[in-house]
């Protein structure tokens, strides 16, 4: 890992993102600076040296370009500067100076399966006529029936609803549809178009030319398409023969983006490729295009011993001989809090399924005693790692937005069947006893976008600094060890012999990560000292749900 100070260029062997700890900001929801009740890049400024303090090594933002925010910045309408909400290009200048000088890498969002409505380039190809070199950049078809009345296949929206929009000509009359794969007010680029390619690698130049140090991909497994547009079922798999979900043809896309990244110093790309084949998801991560993936099994995976080591075995298995490093992720601005999910009786998660999940009763004490376990297991995981705002401080999914004030568009194109992700993405409790809880400047003009629980109190950084026993302190200190121990981060584990429902791994010789799922306590295996415990431990007895990382030899 490296030190505090300037972010230096890694040595062979030692590259940082192979064992970051990396923070994701959801901008909107981290700090208000001008108080309008949404979050901005002033915001974020004033708390770096919270970032810098909690131990983390890297940012990711969520997209902050200008975007008529119909979902939440991914609709980007302008992908070299930033939205007048969040700040200006001068503010993401001065941050990210700031951040390097704190020690602190900045990895940005780029959305490249779609822009925003508004974006020049789909407001030319709304003015342009049908086969015109504007719409190619797009995908633009006459629909089907006598009038073209009928979309051109029958394609479902990811958000709901068809995945095809009519649009008006010049002449007024109704003409061609394009495919939004998401929202409407998102229509999907046409990957087999070079304006589009030769587009992006220089979006790709521009930040890295501004100090970026790493590139999210947002759905990665998406932008190429059959151009044949043929019709699929909704379970049919991702993979070659899938219109657009995981295609062959994507890889020739990011082995040139990773020509791109490689002309700058010490940058990664990591992709968001949410498929279920594992083997089809290592060739993302192999020699010469993507540095890493996210982990979304894992993510998806219940608190469960047997499920998850399969998890972290199948990662390790399909990374190590690619040469890539593994990731681990709880959650993130698409999921459920992981507090509230593990406080669930069923304790995974998938996007089809959120409705359900919100159906069941949620024991919020056990969902926290469990993502404490959880966070030093995943800490003490081979790779590299991912806290998604909030984390750090407990929170828990707020399933009771009231309907007229929820954003998210999935909420209003399914009418309310699937109630959204909102509720991972309410504003952060930093300070005091009532809402804005120190999110806004005091006296601000505005409420916070999302309502806050008034309970967060008790989950301030301000409640929970300095507090023994604090979800906020266990980060700290584990996030300070796993930098600081040289057995922890990149490199191999392995698995110890332990009683059902507890998983044991150790970290080379030294250090020997414990978490006990089950339902009674057990013995901890012998050892030297203990480093750190997510929840007391009762004597020489593991309690269930507790994760203990020991040191089974004695250091020099
Ligand atoms: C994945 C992002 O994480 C999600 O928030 C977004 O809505 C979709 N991609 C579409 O860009
Ligand atoms: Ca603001």
Redesign the pocket.
Known sequence: MHEVGSPGPSAPGDYWWRSAAIYQLYVRSFADGNGDGIGDLAGVRTRLSYLAGLGIDAIWF?PWYPSPMS??G??ISDYRSIDPVFGTLADADALIAEAHAAGIRIIIDV?P??CSDQHPWFQAALSAAPGSAERARFWFRPGRGRGGELPPNGWQS??GGPAWTRVTERDGRPGEWYLHL?APE?PDFNWANPDVRAEFEEVLRFWFERGADGIRI??AGMITKDASLPEVSIDAPSGPHHPYADRDDVHEVYRQWRAVADEYPDRVLIG?VWIPDAVRLARYVSPGELHTVFNFPYLSCPWNAPALREVIDSTLALNGPVGAPATWVLS???VDRIVSRYGRTDTSFSLQQRAYFHSLPVDLQLGTRRARAAALLTLALPGSVYVYQGEEIGLWEVQDIPDELRQDPIWRRTRGADPG?DGSRVPLPWSGQEPPFGFSPPGAASEPWLPQPKEWRELSVEAENGQAGSMLELYRSALRLRRAEPALGDDSMTWVPSAEGVLAFDRDASVRCVSNLSAASVALPGHCAVILASDPLDGGMLPPDTTVWLRTEPQD
């Open positions: 969520n979902d939440a991914y609709d959305v399966n779609h990811i958000f998401f998102q947002d759905s968001e993130n601005h698409d992700r």
